[in-house]
């Protein structure tokens, strides 16, 4: 009787602790305090730093190397949201303050994504793009 109790405790235990793990797995949830939280800080400054260095590479590649005043390198701000998710890694979704020297430093807002995976020291840019509200609800 005390084996078949505690096969059934054991049972309820485990489906117990997989319902609840299914709902977080998976799920991008916020990450509080972002404007002290360092780590996320630095990723914000990849992202901008990773999209200037695209731009300048477009730049030699299809403008001669001469500047495009459409296309102006951006000066970091702050990360000012965030959400994390699990992946393979982990996936950061950012909301980014920056500005050009062209818009008299006022800042835009963009959308990141980068993924990190410390066992491979290993950060990449998935997506930087103007701010909308339609790609930053990640609740996947």
């Not at 096969?7 to 002290?36: H, N, P, Q």
């Not at 730049?59 to 994390?84: M, P, R, T, W, Y």
Request: charged share 20%.
């Amino acid at each position: 009787m005390a084996a078949v109790t505690l096969t059934i405790l054991f049972t309820s235990l485990c489906l117990l602790s997989t319902a609840s793990c299914r709902t977080m797995v998976g799920r991008a949830t916020e990450i509080a305090d972002v404007k002290a939280n360092k780590e996320v800080q630095e990723l914000g400054k990849f992202a901008v730093e990773k999209y200037n260095e695209g731009l300048r590479l477009w730049q030699i590649s299809f403008n001669g190397g001469e500047e495009d005043h459409g296309q102006e390198k951006l000066q970091f701000g702050e990360v000012v949201e965030a959400k994390q998710q699990v992946v393979s890694g982990m996936k950061y979704y950012l909301k980014i303050s920056a500005t050009t020297k062209r818009e008299n430093g006022v800042p835009k807002m963009f959308n990141s994504v980068v993924v990190v995976k410390p066992w491979l020291r290993s950060k990449e840019l998935l997506h930087f793009g103007p701010y909308s509200t339609s790609s930053s609800s990640h609740s996947q």
